[in-house]
C-alpha cells in the first residue's frame, strides 16, 4: 500500500498482455482484444500493462527470423519488470507448444497465466468482417 497526500492507494499487481491476430486484422480488432485483455484484469484485480501481439500467417509478408517475435519480446518484459503474470486469451495463443511455453512461464519465471477465456480473440484466421459475413 501506498499514501499520496494523506490518501491510501492500493497498487494492483502488473501483468502482461499477449495474444495473435490476424496480420490484416485492422485497428479495430487491436482495440477489441486489449479491451477484453484489460478488462479482464481490472475484474481480477490486476493492472495490465503492455500487451504483445503476434502476427501470424500470410508468408512471406509477415516472415520473421524469429518464428514468434512478440513472444519472446514478452519473455524480455517479464524478466524486466515486476509483472507477476501474462493474460491470454486462451491457452492456444501459445500454439502448438503450448504445454511447454505454459510451463516455461510459471515454473522458470514464476509468473501466472490468467486466461480471459475468449478463444475467438486470437484466431490468426479470424478476419475483420462484420458478424453477418462471418462463416457459421
Given at each position: 500500500?501506498?499514501?499520496?497526500?494523506?490518501?491510501?492507494?492500493?497498487?494492483?499487481?502488473?501483468?502482461?498482455?499477449?495474444?495473435?491476430?490476424?496480420?490484416?486484422?485492422?485497428?479495430?480488432?487491436?482495440?477489441?482484444?486489449?479491451?477484453?485483455?484489460?478488462?479482464?484484469?481490472?475484474?481480477?484485480?490486476?493492472?495490465?500493462?503492455?500487451?504483445?501481439?503476434?502476427?501470424?500467417?500470410?508468408?512471406?509478408?509477415?516472415?520473421?527470423?524469429?518464428p514468434t517475435p512478440a513472444?519472446?519480446?514478452?519473455?524480455?518484459?517479464?524478466?524486466?519488470?515486476?509483472?507477476?503474470?501474462?493474460?491470454?486469451?486462451?491457452?492456444?495463443?501459445?500454439?502448438?507448444?503450448?504445454?511447454?511455453?505454459?510451463?516455461?512461464?510459471?515454473?522458470?519465471?514464476?509468473?501466472?497465466?490468467?486466461?480471459?477465456?475468449?478463444?475467438?480473440?486470437?484466431?490468426?484466421?479470424?478476419?475483420?468482417?462484420?458478424?453477418?459475413?462471418?462463416?457459421?
Amino acid at each position: 500500500m501506498s499514501t499520496a497526500v494523506g490518501q491510501s492507494i492500493q497498487l494492483r499487481p502488473l501483468v502482461l498482455g499477449y495474444a495473435c491476430l490476424a496480420p490484416f486484422a485492422g485497428r479495430g480488432r487491436h482495440s477489441i482484444v486489449q479491451a477484453k485483455l484489460s478488462s479482464y484484469a481490472h475484474r481480477a484485480g490486476l493492472q495490465l500493462g503492455t500487451v504483445y501481439f503476434e502476427r501470424t500467417g500470410s508468408l512471406p509478408l509477415f516472415e520473421h527470423i524469429e518464428p514468434t517475435p512478440a513472444y519472446t519480446s514478452l519473455l524480455a518484459g517479464l524478466r524486466n519488470s515486476p509483472a507477476t503474470g501474462v493474460v491470454v486469451p486462451s491457452p492456444e495463443v501459445f500454439g502448438e507448444e503450448r504445454d511447454k511455453r505454459i510451463a516455461d512461464l510459471e515454473d522458470d519465471l514464476g509468473v501466472v497465466v490468467h486466461v480471459v477465456d475468449a478463444d475467438d480473440l486470437h484466431d490468426p484466421t479470424t478476419r475483420s468482417r462484420p458478424n453477418s459475413q462471418r462463416e457459421e
